[in-house]
């Protein structure tokens, strides 16, 4: 009996074994899937952001007023495109992680595995929320950098906003209460599935 019971627990341990190998395969597997499919947009992007900046540029030497919309009213939707199936909004750069990703307009779960998304707010309000995936092609590594790091973020028209990292916290809910409580300018998210718990990073505008 005691020899039928190791048995049995010995193969339980080894389908565990082959369970968590699957999943770390499977979760390496994703990322990189991931971090392809966000590189292929980017690219597209950047081209339309440049196609914005030059048809500004132009309407500016022309003697046309190029104030930006947001600047008179805070409070417009901000411009989007589409790329393939989804809609974005811009560009957001990490540089000590060497990163750009695009950003979606709308957050879905069938987005959210291929770039990280606008969940709520605008940056034209200082209110901007973007939720990510922790893969690491997307906002992994954002745990380890220190306060003050480097954050941009380039609407579709062409307009850049600096920002930088103000304070770094781990929550077990993410939800509106929690992500507003720095009243911050950008505020980026992610779950981490292992620890049940979210990463909550603030970031605003340098003084």
């Not at 395969?25 to 914005?52: C, H, M, P």
């Not at 959210?112 to 092609?137: F, Q, W």
Request: charged share 20%; hydrophobic share 40%; with cysteine.
């Amino acid at each position: 009996m005691g020899k039928k019971k190791g048995t049995i627990l010995m193969v339980t341990g080894l389908l565990l074994i082959a369970a968590a190998l699957f999943l770390t395969l499977f979760n390496i597997y994703d990322s990189k899937r991931a971090g392809q499919e966000a590189e292929q947009v980017v690219g597209q992007i950047i081209g339309k952001i440049e196609q914005a900046q030059q048809e500004k540029q132009e309407q500016s030497e022309a003697g046309v007023d190029v104030t930006p919309d947001y600047e008179l009213d805070s409070a417009i939707e901000m411009p989007s495109v589409k790329v393939g199936e989804f809609r974005y909004i811009g560009l957001l750069e990490i540089p000590a992680l060497n990163r750009q990703l695009p950003i979606m307009a709308e957050c879905t779960d069938r987005g959210l595995r291929k770039a990280p998304c606008c969940y709520t707010g605008s940056v034209y309000e200082d209110s901007m929320v973007i939720a990510g995936h922790n893969y690491l092609s997307h906002f992994a590594g954002l745990r380890g950098l220190p306060l003050g790091s480097e954050v941009y973020f380039t609407d579709m028209e062409g307009n850049r906003y600096a920002l930088e990292i103000s304070d770094l916290r781990y929550k077990k809910h993410a939800d509106q209460t929690t992500l507003q409580s720095c009243d911050a300018a950008l505020t980026l998210f992610i779950k981490n599935v292992y620890a049940f718990e979210y990463l909550i990073v603030f970031c605003d505008i340098p003084n």
